[in-house]
């Protein structure tokens, strides 16, 4: 209908289409593999993708605001980005159906297993997930719309600053992050430690 996308709507769909293309292989690979290393991997990197996913449509939402963006074009940008973000579960639940495979506590109890990994001290969760986060969300580039964040430790321009503190996977890493080396009450994961 004639709907365009700017130019930094496509930049946003190319970096997050990036990562899906990775999350995908790597999925792929460790199912393929039966690798419980590589499937150890998908979930950190599902949940940067929710990150991400959340930052590109903080984005858009600030062009459609500003009238950088039409509504119809809008709509669109938010079906594909929606859509990537589901294949993007689909690739977290067969990272888990391997892990379930050498590990049956977890079977038939994948979402406790995902609950209690978001929410555990598992330094290398919190190792992946941060690695992951640092580069998928600091290729997405500023928002042109808004003066690009500066880290307080480095004053740094970041884009990974603009991704809101409150989101929930972002804070239990935080959480996770400020705890490591302290001894850990409450439920631990289901598996041992290390998945």
Do not use: W
Request: a negative charge; glycine letters at 6%; proline letters at 4%.
């Amino acid at each position: 209908r004639g709907g365009i996308f700017s130019e930094t709507a496509v930049n946003d769909l190319n970096e997050l289409s990036g990562a899906i293309n990775d999350i995908l292989h790597l999925a792929y690979d460790a199912f393929d593999a039966n690798s419980i290393e590589m499937a150890r991997e998908v979930e950190p990197m599902e949940e940067v993708i929710d990150s991400l996913v959340a930052a590109i449509k903080g984005r858009h939402i600030d062009r459609v605001t500003h009238k950088a963006c039409d509504v119809y074009s809008g709509i669109l940008f938010e079906d594909i980005v929606s859509n990537m973000e589901r294949i993007s579960d689909l690739c977290s639940d067969l990272g888990i159906f391997v892990l379930a495979r050498s590990n049956p506590r977890i079977l038939g109890h994948e979402h406790e297993y995902v609950h209690n990994l978001h929410h555990s001290n598992n330094q290398r969760y919190a190792k992946s997930f941060h690695d992951y986060y640092d580069r998928y969300l600091n290729r997405l580039g500023p928002n042109l719309l808004e003066p690009v964040p500066t880290s307080p430790e480095s004053g740094q321009k970041t884009a990974s600053a603009s991704v809101k503190k409150s989101d929930k996977h972002g804070a239990a890493v935080t959480e996770e992050k400020k705890t490591e080396g302290r001894k850990t009450e409450g439920k631990k994961p289901a598996g041992n430690a290390s998945e």
